[in-house]
């Protein structure tokens, strides 16, 4: 006779009850491992996609994501001439607000520098990638707009010709792919106001570069062969204009800069979930012993060893643990699909946090255990 499932039968309400309680813990936990996940993402997205060996940019800068950087949009010539590249592309990046139907919000506009690149790197889901050099772009889905939209960038609208899924920053706003020259001119456009102080610096200095010479954020460098990097990169960071860095390091910036801070709270928070799971696991199982003393003595008179009377109690430690990671889990599934925000959950995280939850509960169990100890055989007349 197993004594736990007897006894959950017994209390079925309360361990149910207790149950849900553990899952829906274990749901948010679940949830805040699923959000890091998808910042981690989001964030190295453009890192790993645009799958540059080198990217150049603004000399004493860790651009061209945690930081603004700038470097002319005419390097890319200067870097393919140097031995060991096969190719450079501008690339420029950067977020507005804009008015998507009757709302505003942020997109992040990024240049293609096409005809070379037409985004074809891009997975879409619908339509096809730029054809043209202006006025056509890919959207992702979560900016919530549709194929054949017109959207309006700047001074010019842009036509919707692709869509595409999971290509958003590290903040969560939409990416909208774009040419370059179009990039460069929706982030020129400015207010009236602008435009007039503008113009009295262009009295000033009247010698203005050409789109083809603006600023962009950064070069994307692909080389010839692996081997070639360090000596490409200890002939461009000669110049000392500008800054190289391979893909490792923008990874290392990214993930030990910019979300340092977050990733601390979110371990934090997490540390703080699995305490409270087992505050309320012992709690419980601590105020069923409590309730049994006079059944634990009756056991105890009747013989009954410690361990078996130790084991019921694990054993409805564990029960508790195991079904409320079976709960926590089904309201992921069922709720996290329809977060705002990116949230990616490997199969690896849901299997370490069952055991870290199994890990808690049989320890918690010992709350119980020692309280049942502590029972003799001769209450049972009491």
């Not at 692909?222 to 204009?241: E, F, M, N, T, Y």
């Not at 049994?292 to 003595?297: G, N, T």
Request: with cysteine; aromatic share 8%; charged share 20%.
């Amino acid at each position: 006779m197993n004594l736990a499932w007897k006894d959950i039968r017994f209390n079925r309400t309360r361990f149910i009850v207790t149950v849900l309680g553990v899952g829906t813990l274990l749901s948010a936990t679940l949830g805040m491992i699923g959000i890091y996940r998808g910042l981690v993402h989001d964030a190295l997205l453009m890192i790993d996609e645009a799958d540059a060996d080198l990217w150049v940019v603004q000399a004493k800068t860790h651009g061209p994501f945690t930081e603004m950087s700038r470097v002319a949009g005419t390097l890319d010539r200067r870097i393919e001439g140097t031995p060991g590249v096969r190719k450079a592309h501008p690339f420029i990046q950067y977020n507005k607000q804009f008015v998507v139907g009757n709302k505003r919000q942020g997109l992040t506009i990024t240049g293609l520098d096409y005809p070379y690149d037409n985004g074809s790197w891009i997975p879409l889901v619908a339509g096809r990638y730029i054809s043209t050099g202006h006025y056509e772009a890919i959207a992702d889905s979560t900016s919530g707009m549709v194929m054949g939209d017109r959207l309006r960038l700047g001074a010019d609208d842009y036509t919707i010709v692709g869509m595409t899924s999971g290509q958003v920053d590290f903040t969560g706003d939409a990416i909208v792919y774009v040419t370059i020259s179009d990039a460069l001119r929706i982030d020129r456009d400015a207010t009236s106001e602008a435009v007039l102080l503008n113009r009295a610096a262009q009295s000033l200095s009247p010698q203005q570069p050409t789109d083809a010479g603006r600023p962009v954020s950064a070069v994307m460098v692909k080389l010839k062969s692996p081997g070639d990097a360090d000596k490409v990169r200890q002939i461009i960071s000669g110049w000392g204009d500008v800054r190289v860095f391979s893909r490792a390091e923008q990874h290392d910036i990214m993930l030990n800069g910019k979300l340092y801070k977050l990733r601390i709270q979110l371990l934090a928070f997490l540390i703080i979930m699995l305490a409270v799971t087992s505050a309320v696991v012992a709690l419980s199982v601590y105020t069923t012993v409590i309730e049994k003393h006079h059944s634990i003595a009756l056991l105890k008179l009747m013989g009954a060893r410690d361990r078996i009377i130790s084991g019921m109690i694990v054993q409805y430690s564990l029960a508790v643990g195991a079904l409320g990671m079976a709960v926590g889990q089904t309201l992921s599934m069922l709720v996290f699909p329809h977060f705002p925000r990116t949230v990616v959950i490997f199969k690896t995280d849901i299997l370490e946090l069952a055991l870290a939850v199994l890990v808690v509960c049989a320890a918690s169990s010992w709350f119980g255990v020692s309280n049942a100890m502590k029972v003799r055989a001769q209450e049972i007349l009491a």
